[in-house]
């Protein structure tokens, strides 16, 4: 029967794997406008690229791949990109309507969470120049940790959606696993709210800052939400337990990603 229910909640990970990030965290954009000055205006077609580099050389440039809602798109006079991080460095390459394929030098990363460039078009290469504007973070949480771009209906969609997702799986998990009566199932679905209450606000304002990496931000988060839920649930959680469990919550989460790009 314990395996049974383990196995179980590992399977509804499974889907999430490759195409989702644990937890409804925000996601890096980029908005790029095109800028024709007094020369003709042109429209984007064709190849358009957004290059990740490990350096300022850019010397072994990689794609921004479609996962989930990662991606690049354009229109004809703006780009727009989604990643859950960008690179250091990056590159822009777009195809016109002229025929022309035109190059932007290698530009840093903004350090802004929502980013906007003017992209001036001229014979025969791209310049990139950044336009974000600071906007204020949600009340003081925001202002102490730095956080300029988070929009607060972004968060708040994030934070019930994430909580509302893994209180379910808490709570089946509740009934069907061993050792539990209906004090302890209660207990266990609170310590997985008071959880959620502090590693949500945690990878929205405070991880962004410290850890750049968003891989390493969810190692964080997985780690502290597994160590308190085991400390509060030591009757019927195993330590293993405890790290499965909240392994499998934060992929079953990370699913809202593809349908919800906050």
Excluded at 81 to 96: I, R
Aim: glycine share 10%; proline share 5%; net charge positive.
């Amino acid at each position: 029967m314990n395996r049974r229910v383990l196995l179980l909640f590992f399977g509804v990970s499974l889907a999430g794997l490759g195409r989702a990030q644990a937890d409804v965290g925000p996601k890096p954009t980029e908005s790029f406008r095109l800028d024709f000055g007094s020369g003709p205006a042109r429209a984007v077609a064709g190849r358009a690229d957004l290059l990740q580099c490990d350096n300022a050389e850019c010397a072994d440039p990689k794609h921004l791949f479609r996962v989930g809602p990662q991606g690049f798109d354009c229109a004809a006079a703006s780009c727009d990109a989604m990643a859950y991080g960008f690179s250091d460095y990056q590159k822009l390459v777009l195809g016109f309507d002229d025929g022309e394929v035109r190059e932007s030098g290698v530009f840093a990363r903004s350090q802004a969470v929502n980013a906007s460039y003017v992209v001036s078009v001229e014979p025969g290469r791209l310049v990139v120049r950044e336009v974000t504007r600071p906007r204020g973070g949600i009340g003081r949480l925001g202002a102490a940790v730095g956080v300029r771009q988070a929009a607060a209906g972004d968060f708040g969609v994030a934070f019930a959606l994430t909580l509302v997702i893994e209180l379910a799986l808490a709570g089946l998990y509740a009934l069907l696993g061993p050792g539990f009566d209906t004090k302890l199932r209660l207990r266990f679905v609170a310590s997985v709210a008071a959880a959620n209450a502090i590693t949500v606000p945690m990878i929205w304002f405070v991880l962004p800052r410290w850890l750049p990496l968003p891989l390493t931000q969810e190692f964080v988060v997985w780690a502290f939400e597994t160590l308190f839920l085991y400390s509060l649930n030591r009757r019927v959680l195993s330590f293993r337990r405890a790290c499965v469990l909240s392994l499998v919550m934060n992929l079953a989460s990370g699913l809202a990603d593809v349908f919800i790009p906050l």
